[in-house]
């Protein structure tokens, strides 16, 4: 456990996650990150970042399902040893889910286990991510609930406690949708649907404005 005395504390960059429908835009918010760019694709969306100098791009392959918790963790440690990237970009982790949980069942003996593991696994890496010094954007899909659970309309399209273990870690997390027009992402957790963010007092931002930062930031609630 690391110390800091009398709450002198680094700042470290912001983690965003952002989900939302096909098409609404997640992966295209990369292009207002600043700096250099890793772009680790799961479902083969790059057409966005295409021509793009700022961006390198990982894409998965077939071949990659089976050793896929050992491929990203490797990338991603990888990207943060080199020093190169000021943005590393996890799209999308709906599909990345999956393909733990494929590999998780296919190893394991006991099922009743594997949701934990699954949840272990997304932690950690959550957890190496909060700690890597790099700015970072996780896209997932969303699941349209028709609002009968009670509780919201939409959340991310993953097992709940997976999710939360993962994004614990995150500033944002935010729903994006298109109405009129225009592209708006609420981090609002008092419509019902996941939301938070811990880096202002924002709570419906039009998406071309996420990283408009307002200059007074509310104290991070413990």
């Known amino acids: 456990m690391k110390f800091y005395e009398n709450g002198e504390i680094p700042k470290q960059p912001y983690l965003y996650f952002v989900y939302g429908a096909g098409g609404t835009g997640k992966t295209s918010l990369l292009n207002q990150f600043e700096g250099k760019k890793l772009l680790m694709s799961f479902d083969q969306s790059t057409n966005v970042v295409r021509g793009r100098e700022d961006t390198d791009v990982g894409i998965l392959e077939q071949k990659d399902g089976p050793i896929i918790q050992e491929l990203v963790r490797d990338m991603v440690s990888r990207a943060v040893d080199s020093k190169k990237y000021d943005v590393i970009c996890l799209d999308n982790m709906s599909s990345l889910q999956n393909l733990v949980l494929e590999n ?3 190893r394991s003996k006991d099922g009743r286990q594997n949701y934990q593991k699954l949840q272990l696994w997304f932690r950690q890496l959550g957890m190496f991510l909060r700690n890597s010094g790099v700015t970072v954007l996780a896209t997932a ?24 273990a993962f994004t614990s870690m995150f500033d944002f997390v935010g729903r994006i949708y298109k109405k009129d027009g225009s592209r708006w992402i609420d981090c609002d957790p008092e419509q019902g649907n996941q939301g938070k963010n811990r880096i202002d007092d924002r709570t419906l931002i039009h998406a071309e404005d996420l990283l408009e930062v307002k200059e007074e930031k509310k104290v991070e609630e413990k």
Request: hydrophobic share 20%; net charge negative.
């Open 141 to 164: 899909h969303q699941i349209d609930n028709g609002g009968s659970l009670g509780n919201g309309r939409f959340s991310p399209d993953m097992n709940d406690k997976t999710f939360n």
């Open 104 to 106: 998780i069942d296919g």
